[in-house]
């Protein structure tokens, strides 16, 4: 029996020892170009799966999106799929094109891969749309953030005496998102740093093609405890603000406003100086 034994693990040692020789199991080869469209167009094209070492399955090919928090989701494309075992090809089209479809997108096999250590994963391609702004023009500077849609417009700085009255205007405008008026928010910088809900009366216009809104603030017998950082923002709470970068060897700088933040002096009190962040 112990014979037996000491055959049966040495057969097991060999198998892990051919496997492991063998390297991970080949994946299918994916071949696809980068896209260009059109904004209110349509978008058509087609790639390849090539088999590697298993016959190849229809229903174990995808294609999602690239997110802008770095995750995927499912592409909103419509896919059609012809071929064998052997090599499949793949049919997209998507219609009324939008900037939102504007991004970097994977055809996986199975499962998505994980990143190469150099260069752009097999099976990933881009999409452009012209009309909107290119995937570079998406940041301030090279690791600043992606610019905001909706754009917020407010006067950083709003200034009042104790007691009075205190009115201000505001906008958000977008060039591809139909805005809608209860997505717009606006909140203040608690002591803990935690947003608070305001006191002020708002109040919406909303344009016709409903690309634009704009908004008025407007409080009565202001106090200090009105003095502070606020933000206004559009549907979700924005991430922080990204830190202002310096001459190189220096540490980069403390971070700015986000947008739409903005401050409240109130004469009479105490400044400070605080946005939400």
Avoid at 80 to 109: F, H, M, N, P
Avoid at 144 to 163: F, L, R
Avoid at 263 to 272: A, L, M, N, P, T
């Amino acid at each position: 029996q112990i014979s037996d034994m000491i055959t049966s693990f040495v057969i097991c040692l060999l198998a892990l020892s051919g496997a492991l020789a063998q390297g991970p199991p080949k994946t299918p080869k994916i071949t696809v170009e980068d896209q260009k469209g059109e904004k209110g167009g349509s978008l058509s094209f087609s790639f390849t799966v090539e088999k590697a070492d298993d016959d190849l399955d229809k229903d174990k090919v995808h294609i999602s999106k690239a997110t802008k928090d770095h995750k995927f989701e499912n592409a909103r494309f419509t896919v059609e799929l012809s071929g064998d075992s052997d090599k499949l090809t793949g049919k997209v089209s998507a219609d009324d094109l939008t900037c939102e479809d504007q991004s970097g997108y994977i055809i996986y096999y199975a499962r998505i891969p994980p990143p190469p250590k150099k260069g752009p994963p097999s099976g990933s391609f881009l999409v452009q749309i012209e009309g909107c702004p290119h995937p570079d023009e998406k940041h301030n500077d090279k690791n600043g953030p992606p610019s905001q849609d909706p754009k917020i417009t407010v006067d950083d700085t709003q200034k009042v005496k104790k007691g009075e009255t205190l009115t201000f205007t505001f906008s958000l405008e977008s060039k591809d998102k139909t805005l809608s008026e209860d997505k717009v928010f606006m909140v203040k910088a608690g002591k803990d740093k935690k947003p608070e809900p305001v006191r002020f009366t708002l109040t919406y216009e909303l344009s016709e093609d409903s690309k634009q809104i704009t908004g008025t603030a407007k409080a009565e017998d202001v106090k200090c405890d009105n003095q502070g950082g606020y933000l206004i923002y559009y549907d979700k709470m924005p991430p922080p603000p990204h830190r202002q970068m310096r001459k190189k060897g220096r540490k980069p700088g403390p971070p700015g406003p986000p947008p739409g933040g903005f401050v409240i002096q109130v004469e009479g009190c105490s400044k400070r100086r605080k946005f939400l962040y």
